[in-house]
């Protein structure tokens, strides 16, 4: 089975540039999220899709950030413009039911973005 | 909100034993997480805890107390590879439509 593909890998960008990361779930994946994960934190959760309707995007800054999952499947996370604080991983995650209630998300290698 | 708290830094010996804990404080508490983390690597799933009590799986145990607020991840007879990052996670929501909220991580160096 195929897991999470995220692209690209690593990104270098300079602040007020624009950039995009692209996530395909795994297959009948439902469930499709986006974390940021900075330098020696764990992963804070950006936004939640169910299909190709929003769940939650509370903690989405939605200023310069913005998320898409066209027919239920792909996601692209973008940012523009970015910022120095932007500088993160950026992980995409699936599940195959509506919501982790057997805590288990299936996540990809990330996409490791620098802003200078 | 939610807050979650683990110890930052936990070192031990091959073929030891370790534990680390978790704290959390959280509205709608589902269940609790552990995942791993290797340098560069996505996060794996370890274990998952709804009810109280212990969930064995090969060398890794984890622990719920909802009462507490408190697990713990139990690691046993501990390799090289089990260098790595351990994070916590809350599960909040309901049975079908829930979030997962991640600690700060503990940093786990095995030495020879």
């Known amino acids: 089975e195929a897991g999470v593909a995220q692209s690209p890998r690593y990104k270098i960008i300079e602040k007020r540039q624009s950039v995009a990361f692209w996530c395909n779930p795994i297959s009948g994946h439902a469930t499709l999220y986006w974390y940021q994960q900075i330098l020696g934190q764990g992963p804070k959760l950006l936004i939640q899709f169910q299909n190709n309707g929003v769940v939650d995007d509370s903690q989405l800054p939605k200023d310069r950030f913005s998320a898409e999952r066209l027919k239920g499947v792909d996601s692209t996370l973008k940012i523009q413009p970015a910022k120095l604080e932007d500088s993160a991983v950026y992980l995409c995650?699936?599940?195959?039911?509506?919501?982790?209630?057997?805590?288990?998300?299936?996540f990809g290698e990330g996409s490791r973005l620098t802003v200078l | 909100g939610q807050s979650l708290e683990q110890p930052s830094e936990v070192t031990a010996v091959e073929g030891a034993i370790v534990q680390i804990n978790c704290t959390y404080q959280?509205?709608?508490?589902?269940?609790l997480s552990w995942y791993q983390q290797h340098d560069g690597g996505a996060p794996t799933f370890l274990s998952y805890n709804a009810l109280d009590g212990l969930e064995e799986t090969g060398r890794f145990s984890s622990f719920l107390s909802r009462s507490d607020s408190y697990g713990y991840l139990l690691l046993q007879e501990l390799q090289m590879k089990d260098s790595a990052s351990y994070f916590c996670a809350v599960s909040r929501g309901s049975s079908t439509l829930g979030r997962l909220y991640f600690g700060r991580g503990t940093q786990l160096t095995v030495w020879p």
């Open positions: 995650a699936s599940s195959l039911i509506r919501g982790p209630n057997t805590g288990e998300l299936f």
């Open positions: 959280t509205s709608g508490f589902y269940g």
